[in-house]
T-cell receptor, first 115, second 112 residues
Framework: GAGVSQTPSNKVTEKGKYVELRCDPISGHTALYWYRQSLGQGPEFLIYFQGTGAADDSGLPNDRFFAVRPEGSVSTLKIQRTERGDSAVYLC?????????????FGEGSRLTVL | GENVEQHPSTLSVQEGDSAVIKCTYSDSASNYFPWYKQELGKGPQLIIDIRSNVGEKKDQRIAVTLNKTAKHFSLHITETQPEDSAVYFCAASNQAGTALIFGKGTTLSVSS
């Protein structure tokens, strides 16, 4: 399909472990976003990439969270020393430009459960 | 930073009725206001959007209104159908335009 692809769809880990979540955006989309969605809440902004660089990382909650997009396409969200409060669905979205210029296309998310 | 409040949190209507969801935002610099629909197990999908230089926009059964002075915007769905049942999120762009700030969502249930 031509949509945003996220892997894994489900991840269960133990407190303190390291986790990587992958996002494959729509081909040609230069903008990529990570959001976190807790149960019953709206998506919470984490980070925005324009090409290879993080143009806005103001939503990352602390230094345990890090994201990369080395070639301007696939992105990886990395969470160190996971905590139970990190349990959520992590959504990735891509678009042709900045968030205020048009539609964000979301993937189905990676559900992270920290035991 | 931007804060978006949305209500109601749940809304139940009969098929054919209208549904209205309301949102307020805090940052007067916001200039883009989309609405997303999220079905169970899926990512949010854009259904309609409006920019700050427009007061109203309509697309078939869906319309959105914006009151910049009051910092309010609303989604109106007419002639609701069971397939309209989902969670709806309003959002506003942050001051830099680099992110959308979402409301907490409204769960709409349309019964036939």
């Amino acid at each position: 399909g031509a949509g945003v692809s996220q892997t894994p769809s489900n991840k269960v880990t133990e407190k303190g472990k390291y986790v990587e979540l992958r996002c494959d955006p729509i081909s040609g989309h230069t903008a990529l976003y990570w959001y976190r969605q807790s149960l019953g809440q709206g998506p919470e902004f984490l980070i925005y990439f324009q090409g290879t660089g993080a143009a806005d990382d103001s939503g990352l909650p602390n230094d345990r969270f890090f994201a990369v997009r080395p070639e301007g396409s696939v992105s990886t969200l990395k969470i160190q020393r996971t905590e139970r409060g990190d349990s959520a669905v992590y959504l990735c979205a891509s678009s042709l430009g900045r968030a205020d210029t048009g539609e964000l296309f979301f993937g189905e998310g990676s559900r992270l459960t920290v035991l | 930073g931007e804060n978006v409040e949305q209500h109601p949190s749940t809304l139940s209507v009969q098929e054919g009725d209208s549904a209205v969801i309301k949102c307020t935002y805090s940052d007067s610099a916001s200039n883009y206001f989309p609405w997303y629909k999220q079905e169970l197990g899926k990512g949010p999908q854009l259904i309609i959007d409006i920019r700050s230089n427009v007061g109203e926009k309509k697309d078939q059964r869906i319309a959105v209104t914006l009151n910049k002075t009051a910092k309010h915007f609303s989604l109106h769905i007419t002639e609701t159908q069971p397939e309209d049942s989902a969670v709806y999120f309003c959002a506003a762009s942050n001051q830099a335009g680099t992110a959308l700030i979402f409301g907490k969502g409204t769960t709409l249930s349309v019964s036939s």
